[in-house]
């Protein structure tokens, strides 16, 4: 972003042409969204009309015209011709007539109107989207959504659709797209077979589930009458490295910077302040969910926002309430709930809970990065302000976009200013509004923090507690359930084992000149390449990690198997299939890596042992046709896959350096791995391709060979110890 506010390589006009045709693809989209969401409105009325007491009576009584106009209302709910046949009716049929016309749509292969024309304004807002913000189509949620609504005809992108909603991996991948999260959550609903109706018998609107029970019945307890059983909520102490960082006087700025310490681990912050009048009030402190980063059993990640955020009684929100419960703040206390993203949503959802705000007095509501459009809060004193950066996509989450018009109130105060940060999610990072509020509009800190005055005093206790959601096991469970200890790194301290919950993997195997393998490798004599007759195998491994505990990021990776380093043996390699990963003594040593993440590589680096580089590389590794890009390399992998078979899942143990040693790292793998032919898969390097991985590629003869093998895992889970130093 140059200082004029302008994207460098495009001008003012280009910028503004390209504007003017992102609102109309919007425009059209929410046109086409209304259509949809009137016949949908259209076929429950009809469905009511089919079950109606006054008609079912007519059919018994005239049994001619009776039943001849039920006919009629069936083939409308039916037909091709009509709204399709679907589902949907059972939100006001009964549920054995909701069941028939289910199998009707099945049996006719057919799906409802409204389920079609939503899928068009589903493209429409796609292509919005990529207007403004096009960094997103390397998104490999992006990808699998546009693979879907590419289908020719509205039926089977409908039906990829419903696939992708029932995939839990695609389920994952889709959750990081939040400006089209409000549009995928009304086609989902639409596309719902068995959806549940609520109170006044409709759908629920865009973006809102219909809740399992309410949180409701708040009398000596705020949690009476609520289920503790899909959301709880465990005190943790701090880390040392945390404490310091924590805010010790209240203001607008340190709650903030307290969200931003917590935002990595599914935490939520409760403290004590003194006010300037000498009362003890009460602030909850709540952060929003981390792209590509799991929150192991906790509500606050995104595929818990997928699945239940929006909901006002969701696993979330019911954390929230079991944390302060256990806090003990008194009946009647003042309360202030400041969120960022998600987090002021659930925390959002909280003031509006009329039970909830008798219990506490609800001061205030500042959400930042988060939609506040129209919700009211249950206590019509509550202070409510709404912040956020126009180039934040994440407020169309309740269909509330920048700019959108709200009704003025006396105790709202809302803020949609343009920052410098235009990429996605770097613009939505609670990091970049603290930049923000500091240097870009900093009368909007001085309102909030005027309005938090009673907040702004000494802070006297401060409690972190660790959101649980008992509905689901952990992510990645049992395989990813591990112990984990802490390792210092130069940008933090990292989590290890490193887990990776969502992965795609290809191995291209080539057979190559053993002394040239040789010449690569550190000049010691204990690191040998394993000889397969008079060659060696070198692995050109490629990597697309969409969630993971160091965030999400691709990698490529260069490599040869090696020899044990004490005693090495000829028959070591065929044993070692047949040995775990712990026990194995051969290994592949990283001659190059290149990760897309600045944090991915100090992990390589530093506990490792890996030769690590950071570079661009976009790869799709989930289909039969290999796709990876690194232009800032020069190499390019491009293939069709060629015949595959089944093969036990292949752990194995890498080899790095660190100074005058040797780090050798086991990796557990859990995936379906698949052995197929190379010969439709082909390597390339530009004529200026860099070093060093491009000149490895050349002296080992990859540049122009074909793999002799490709082993691949469109869908896989990882975890990397860490590095043990050997003596070697």
Same mark, same amino acid.
């Given at each position: 972003?140059? *200082?004029?506010?302008h994207?460098p390589?495009?001008?003012?006009?280009q910028?503004?042409?390209e504007?003017e *045709?992102?609102e109309l693809?919007?425009?059209?989209?929410?046109?086409?969204a209304?259509?949809a969401e009137?016949?949908?409105?259209?076929?429950l009325?009809?469905g009511?009309?089919?079950?109606?007491?006054?008609?079912?009576?007519?059919?018994?009584?005239?049994?001619?015209t009776?039943l001849a106009?039920?006919?009629?209302l069936?083939? $409308? &709910?039916?037909?091709?011709?009509?709204l399709g046949?679907?589902a949907?009716?059972?939100l @006001?049929?009964?549920?054995?007539?909701?069941?028939?016309?289910?199998g009707?749509r099945?049996a &006719?292969?057919?799906e409802?109107?409204? $389920?079609?024309?939503a899928?068009?304004s589903?493209r429409?807002?796609i $292509?919005?989207v990529?207007?403004?913000h096009p960094?997103?189509?390397r998104?490999?949620g992006?990808?699998?959504?546009?693979e879907? /609504?590419a289908? *020719?005809?509205d039926l089977?992108?409908?039906?990829?659709l419903r696939?992708?909603?029932?995939?839990?991996?695609?389920?994952?991948a889709?959750?990081?797209?939040a400006?089209?999260m409000?549009?995928?959550?009304?086609i989902r609903a639409?596309?719902?077979?068995?959806?549940v109706?609520?109170g006044?018998?409709?759908?629920?609107?865009a973006?809102?589930?219909p809740?399992?029970?309410?949180v409701?019945?708040? @009398?000596?307890?705020?949690?009476?009458?609520?289920d503790r059983?899909?959301?709880a909520?465990e005190a943790?102490?701090?880390?040392?490295?945390e404490?310091?960082?924590?805010?010790?006087e209240?203001?607008?700025?340190?709650?903030?910077?307290n969200?931003?310490?917590?935002?990595?681990?599914?935490r939520?912050?409760?403290?004590?302040?003194?006010?300037?009048?000498?009362v003890v009030?009460?602030?909850v402190?709540a952060?929003?969910?981390?792209p590509?980063?799991p929150?192991n059993?906790?509500?606050q990640?995104?595929v818990g926002?997928?699945r239940?955020l929006?909901?006002?009684d969701?696993?979330? @929100?019911?954390?929230?309430?079991?944390?302060l419960?256990d806090y003990g703040?008194?009946?009647?206390?003042?309360?202030?709930l400041i969120?960022?993203?998600e987090?002021?949503?659930?925390l959002?959802?909280? *003031?509006q809970d009329?039970?909830?705000?008798r219990?506490?007095r /609800?001061t205030?509501?500042?959400?930042?990065?988060?939609?506040?459009?129209?919700?009211?809060?249950?206590d019509?004193?509550?202070?409510?302000?709404?912040? @956020?950066n126009?180039h934040?996509?994440v407020?169309?989450?309740?269909g509330t976009g920048?700019?959108?018009?709200v009704a003025?109130?006396?105790?709202?105060?809302?803020?949609?200013y343009?920052?410098?940060?235009r990429?996605?999610?770097?613009c939505?990072?609670?990091?970049?509004?603290?930049?923000?509020l500091?240097?870009v509009?900093?009368e909007v800190?001085?309102?909030?923090?005027?309005a938090?005055?009673r907040?702004?005093g000494?802070?006297?206790r401060?409690q972190?507690?660790?959101?649980?959601?008992?509905a689901r096991?952990p992510?990645?469970?049992?395989?990813?359930?591990?112990?984990?200890a802490s390792?210092p790194?130069?940008?933090?301290?990292?989590?290890v084992?490193?887990r990776?919950?969502?992965?795609?993997?290809a191995?291209?195997?080539?057979p190559?000149?053993?002394?040239?393998?040789?010449r690569l490798l550190?000049?010691?004599t204990w690191?040998m390449?394993?000889?397969?007759?008079?060659?060696?195998l070198?692995?050109?491994?490629?990597?697309?990690?969409?969630?993971?505990?160091?965030?999400?990021?691709a990698e490529?990776a260069?490599s /040869?198997?090696?020899?044990d380093?004490?005693r090495p043996r000829?028959?070591?390699?065929?044993a070692?299939l047949?040995?775990r990963?712990?026990?194995r003594?051969?290994?592949?040593?990283v001659?190059?890596?290149?990760?897309?993440?600045g944090e991915?590589?100090?992990v390589?680096q530093?506990?490792?042992?890996?030769?690590?580089?950071r570079?661009?590389v976009?790869?799709?590794l989930?289909?039969r046709?290999?796709?990876?890009?690194?232009?800032?390399?020069?190499?390019?992998?491009?293939?069709?896959?060629?015949?595959g078979?089944r093969?036990?899942e292949a752990?194995r143990?890498l080899y790095?350096r660190?100074?005058?040693?040797t780090?050798r790292?086991?990796?557990?793998?859990?995936?379906?791995?698949?052995l197929?032919?190379g010969?439709g898969?082909?390597?390339r390097?530009d004529? $200026?391709?860099a070093?060093?991985?491009?000149?490895?590629?050349?002296r080992?003869g990859?540049e122009?060979?074909?793999p002799?093998?490709v082993l691949?895992s469109p869908?896989?889970?990882?975890?990397?110890?860490?590095?043990a /130093?050997?003596?070697?």
């Amino acid at each position: 972003m140059r *200082a004029d506010g302008h994207a460098p390589g495009r001008s003012a006009q280009q910028e503004q042409k390209e504007q003017e *045709a992102m609102e109309l693809l919007r425009r059209c989209a929410q046109d086409t969204a209304d259509v949809a969401e009137g016949i949908h409105e259209v076929s429950l009325r009809t469905g009511a009309a089919l079950s109606a007491p006054a008609l079912t009576g007519s059919a018994r009584r005239r049994p001619r015209t009776g039943l001849a106009a039920r006919w009629s209302l069936l083939r $409308a &709910l039916t037909t091709k011709e009509g709204l399709g046949g679907s589902a949907l009716t059972a939100l @006001t049929a009964p549920r054995g007539m909701g069941q028939v016309l289910g199998g009707a749509r099945a049996a &006719l292969g057919r799906e409802s109107l409204a $389920a079609r024309v939503a899928v068009t304004s589903l493209r429409l807002r796609i $292509a919005a989207v990529l207007v403004d913000h096009p960094e997103l189509a390397r998104d490999p949620g992006m990808r699998r959504l546009t693979e879907a /609504v590419a289908a *020719a005809e509205d039926l089977a992108a409908v039906r990829a659709l419903r696939g992708l909603f029932r995939d839990r991996g695609a389920q994952r991948a889709l959750s990081g797209l939040a400006p089209l999260m409000a549009e995928l959550l009304a086609i989902r609903a639409l596309l719902d077979e068995d959806p549940v109706k609520d109170g006044t018998g409709r759908p629920p609107a865009a973006g809102r589930e219909p809740s399992a029970a309410p949180v409701k019945g708040i @009398t000596a307890s705020p949690l009476a009458g609520v289920d503790r059983g899909q959301g709880a909520a465990e005190a943790v102490d701090l880390t040392d490295q945390e404490k310091p960082t924590i805010a010790t006087e209240g203001s607008f700025l340190g709650f903030l910077r307290n969200i931003e310490v917590l935002s990595a681990d599914g935490r939520i912050l409760v403290q004590n302040v003194r006010g300037p009048d000498g009362v003890v009030r009460y602030v909850v402190q709540a952060p929003g969910m981390a792209p590509g980063r799991p929150r192991n059993d906790s509500p606050q990640d995104f595929v818990g926002a997928w699945r239940n955020l929006f909901t006002a009684d969701s696993s979330y @929100t019911r954390s929230i309430l079991a944390a302060l419960d256990d806090y003990g703040i008194p009946r009647g206390a003042d309360l202030a709930l400041i969120g960022h993203g998600e987090g002021a949503i659930a925390l959002m959802n909280l *003031a509006q809970d009329a039970e909830f705000c008798r219990a506490y007095r /609800v001061t205030h509501v500042v959400a930042v990065g988060s939609p506040v459009g129209n919700e009211k809060p249950a206590d019509p004193r509550t202070w409510v302000a709404g912040i @956020t950066n126009q180039h934040d996509i994440v407020p169309v989450l309740d269909g509330t976009g920048a700019g959108s018009a709200v009704a003025p109130h006396p105790n709202r105060y809302e803020v949609d200013y343009t920052g410098p940060t235009r990429e996605f999610p770097l613009c939505h990072m609670v990091r970049e509004y603290l930049e923000h509020l500091r240097t870009v509009v900093p009368e909007v800190r001085e309102h909030v923090d005027e309005a938090l005055t009673r907040y702004r005093g000494h802070v006297v206790r401060t409690q972190a507690y660790r959101l649980k959601d008992r509905a689901r096991p952990p992510e990645g469970h049992p395989f990813l359930t591990l112990p984990t200890a802490s390792v210092p790194t130069t940008t933090g301290p990292v989590d290890v084992p490193v887990r990776y919950y969502d992965s795609s993997a290809a191995h291209l195997c080539f057979p190559v000149h053993a002394e040239v393998a040789r010449r690569l490798l550190p000049d010691v004599t204990w690191l040998m390449p394993s000889r397969l007759g008079r060659r060696a195998l070198a692995v050109l491994s490629l990597y697309e990690h969409r969630c993971s505990t160091i965030g999400p990021y691709a990698e490529i990776a260069l490599s /040869v198997l090696v020899d044990d380093l004490w005693r090495p043996r000829p028959c070591d390699i065929a044993a070692d299939l047949l040995r775990r990963d712990d026990l194995r003594r051969t290994g592949r040593y990283v001659l190059s890596l290149a990760v897309t993440s600045g944090e991915a590589r100090v992990v390589a680096q530093e506990i490792w042992g890996q030769p690590a580089v950071r570079s661009a590389v976009e790869a799709d590794l989930m289909g039969r046709h290999l796709a990876v890009s690194a232009p800032e390399l020069g190499l390019a992998v491009e293939g069709r896959l060629g015949p595959g078979i089944r093969c036990p899942e292949a752990d194995r143990v890498l080899y790095g350096r660190r100074g005058e040693s040797t780090v050798r790292t086991p990796v557990r793998t859990h995936g379906r791995l698949r052995l197929h032919t190379g010969t439709g898969v082909r390597v390339r390097l530009d004529t $200026a391709a860099a070093e060093p991985m491009a000149g490895q590629l050349r002296r080992l003869g990859i540049e122009a060979a074909r793999p002799l093998f490709v082993l691949t895992s469109p869908q896989l889970m990882v975890h990397r110890s860490a590095g043990a /130093v050997l003596s070697r």
